[in-house]
């Protein structure tokens, strides 16, 4: 155990890109158990695209965090110190802790680990947030029938990846859009995906709409702006859009233009749905089973891009803007 | 019965705002039927702004007009002669027919009435095409709640107008996007809409902001565009659009550029849903059981603009895109 309590707070709110210089490490003492409480320290703290809208953007789900205070979001660690009834020193839990070594809560939204979520990192990552948006985006709005061709963007994310091999699970054929040759070649070897396309090319559209033939059933999305501009044109008849991420938007400061899209989603009778992951709680143990059985069977792969250190918190969280990781990025605090 | 047949044609393929000029009058025999065939006199031939896109857009569901051929399109019609088992002269049919004096059918997609449809013009109207339109867009896709804030364009539209009544049945708060003093005034004093707002005026926005004080929960779009644009800002968690028009685009040589509304759906969980009402057939007959009701106890009104003679056909149907017309715009081509 560190003798000393470091966490990342928000110095400042980013106007448009976000930079490591938002943010600052701050020496805490070490929270002691009053009754009900509990203190967990970190062993994973996730970085997710999401939490750049509370750091200046609407934020309307859950509020903009405050400046100079700990940022907060998904963390695995263990517990230290109880004087909840729910849990006991030694737990490993799962919770919407802050961005420290230490952290204290009343306990709730915290959760004993599911004894399926092995290893311990994949509870915030392909049996965790990420995986349940792709899962239920995918299956419940997205509805993929055999034969049908699905696009993600974003494709070699935590989010993208396992999007693109349910598709592939249910007999889809499945393009990936990507921004470079090292993520095409994830995609296409380890992944399974059919075709894989680099947004950054100049040929972008042409590569899309070569790898896409028979038009779009499924568009996954998680970027918007330029990558997702085309792939209006490509729409099929009854094509869904379930949409989860805008992350070419949020670095921006004002609403940008773009082609409008209304006659097109209207001239396919396409739908388009926004979704938050957390309205299906519910239904995780179900998909958290069915997942980590293609697991099991090697159906369904996935990546851990771990960097060591509090320290580099920051540094992990931009560089998700910045097309640095394939697959979850994930900071170890801790063993 | 007239001793000759007039049809409208389509003369040139309109580039932008379509003219009367894109079309001619056209002298033709009287059909005369073969085995299997029908002819029909027409009675009333309704305009629809959907057939803009068959005359030089995209046409994607069911193909461009041949030029220098009639147009086709709704008509109510009586038999006059028939060698069709289905059909004997003197019936009163619906069927997608010639702008046309007489036209002739092998009797696919032509019907009898259904005795609820009186007038016999609602059959194009409130209980046809543009009832249905309403009714499922609204209900099915929309599903409004009580106390819901339900927005439309073309408010005073046959479509528009159907919805507002129909979302102030479910006991919403309706507020209705026209565009001249005239139908706002029919909307608010005829159809009990809450409030209406011209799109025309410099405070558009502003008038709308204040008429949805609580956000907007559906959106039924008609228009697209700088109309629907400001709509996007006021959106509620878990909103929902049934796309059903986009009037503004229609005259469009290519795709307009607007503000980006992705994030802002995802941010609000949003549904967008674009629509075929053709899809709905089979639930027909309980929406005209439904509607048919609703209009013998006063609660569902419907306003219908007729206009005599064929030759005025052309004008109507360009009437259409310049706000000409409140309610359903018929053309009566015999008693």
């Known amino acids: ?68 205070e700990p940022i907060n979001g998904a963390v695995i660690g263990k517990v230290v110190e109880s004087k909840h009834p729910g849990f006991k020193s030694g737990d490993i839990v799962i919770g919407h802790l802050e961005w420290a070594d230490y952290s204290m809560t009343e306990g709730e939204n915290l959760s004993k680990l599911d004894p399926l979520q092995k290893p311990i990192s994949t509870a915030v990552g392909i049996l965790g947030m990420p995986g349940m948006t792709a899962y239920f985006g995918l299956l419940d709005i997205g509805k993929p029938k055999a034969g ?93 859009i379930p949409l989860c991420g805008q992350i070419s938007q949020y670095n921006k400061s004002s609403s940008e233009m773009g082609p409008r899209i209304l006659w097109p989603l209207l001239s396919k009778s396409a739908l388009i749905k926004g979704f938050f992951v957390d309205d299906y709680k519910k239904q995780y143990p179900q998909a958290i089973r069915e997942m980590a059985q293609w697991i099991k069977e090697g159906k369904l792969k996935y990546r851990e891009q771990v960097v060591a250190g509090i320290e580099n918190l920051p540094k992990a969280f931009v560089g998700l803007f910045k097309g640095e990781n394939i697959g979850k990025q994930l900071v170890k605090i801790a063993d």
């Open 148 to 240: 049908e061709t699905v696009v993600v963007s974003a494709a070699a994310g935590a989010v993208g990846s396992a999007v693109g091999q349910m598709a592939k699970i249910k007999g889809c054929h499945v393009v990936g859009i990507t921004g470079s040759d090292e993520k095409i070649a994830y995609l296409l070897k380890e992944c399974g995906f059919d075709a894989a396309v680099n947004y950054k090319k100049k040929d972008y559209v042409e590569q899309l709409n070569k790898a896409c033939s028979k038009g779009v059933d499924i568009y996954f999305d998680n970027v918007g702006g330029q990558v997702s501009d085309p792939l209006f044109n490509l729409l099929n008849l009854y094509a869904r």
């Open 1 to 68: 155990m560190s003798a000393h309590n470091q966490q990342v707070i928000l110095k400042s709110r980013p106007k448009e890109m976000i930079s490591i210089s938002d943010f600052a490490l701050k020496q805490a003492a070490i929270p002691k158990a009053a009754d009900g409480q509990v203190v967990i320290q970190s062993l994973y703290i996730t970085v997710d695209p999401y939490l750049r809208d509370r750091m200046s953007g609407n934020a309307l789900q859950i509020g903009l965090f405050e400046l100079n």
